[in-house]
């Protein structure tokens, strides 16, 4: 898949037999619908903040982006998770998944509690992929 925000090919990584796509370019992660939940299955207080952060999604004020969803190749919705600070990432309009810019990802991992192995593991790809 290309990367919605520079048009690379994105790496396909896997963690606990969920493959996660990653532009190294960038270092953007783009998770498929439902991987979000699943990454942080291992951890049940992470997952279930996680389910509670995506029922709460908010249309974010930002005008739409130029962002593209690599499956369908349609202009991604900008939405907004309510935690503290909040984080903007990129959803596609027919739920294929979501688009984090570097750090989001993170972000989000350590304002539910479920930093952990997950955020160790993108530490680590990010550090090997940043020269
Ligand atoms: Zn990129
Ligand atoms: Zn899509």
């Given at each position: 898949?290309?990367?919605?925000?520079?048009?690379?090919?994105?790496?396909?990584?896997?963690?606990?037999?969920?493959?996660?796509?990653?532009?190294?370019?960038?270092?953007?992660?783009?998770?498929?619908?439902?991987?979000?939940?699943?990454?942080?299955?291992?951890?049940?207080?992470?997952?279930?903040?996680?389910?509670?952060?995506?029922?709460?999604?908010?249309?974010?004020?930002?005008?739409?982006?130029?962002?593209?969803?690599?499956v369908?190749?349609?202009?991604?919705?900008?939405?907004?998770?309510?935690?503290?600070?909040?984080?903007?990432?990129?959803?596609?309009?027919?739920?294929?998944?979501?688009?984090?810019?570097?750090?989001?990802?993170?972000?989000?991992?350590?304002?539910?509690?479920?930093?952990?192995?997950?955020?160790?593991?993108?530490?680590?790809?990010?550090k090997?992929?940043s020269?």
């Amino acid at each position: 898949m290309l990367c919605p925000a520079c048009d690379t090919e994105m790496l396909i990584l896997e963690f606990n037999r969920i493959e996660i796509d990653f532009c190294h370019l960038c270092g953007g992660v783009w998770l498929d619908e439902g991987e979000l939940e699943m990454l942080l299955q291992p951890d049940n207080t992470g997952a279930m903040a996680v389910s509670g952060l995506m029922a709460d999604l908010k249309k974010s004020d930002r005008p739409a982006g130029k962002r593209k969803c690599p499956v369908c190749r349609k202009t991604m919705n900008p939405v907004e998770l309510s935690i503290e600070p909040v984080v903007e990432i990129d959803k596609c309009i027919y739920n294929h998944g979501l688009w984090f810019d570097k750090g989001e990802l993170e972000q989000i991992m350590s304002s539910t509690g479920a930093a952990g192995k997950m955020s160790a593991f993108l530490n680590s790809v990010f550090k090997k992929k940043s020269n």
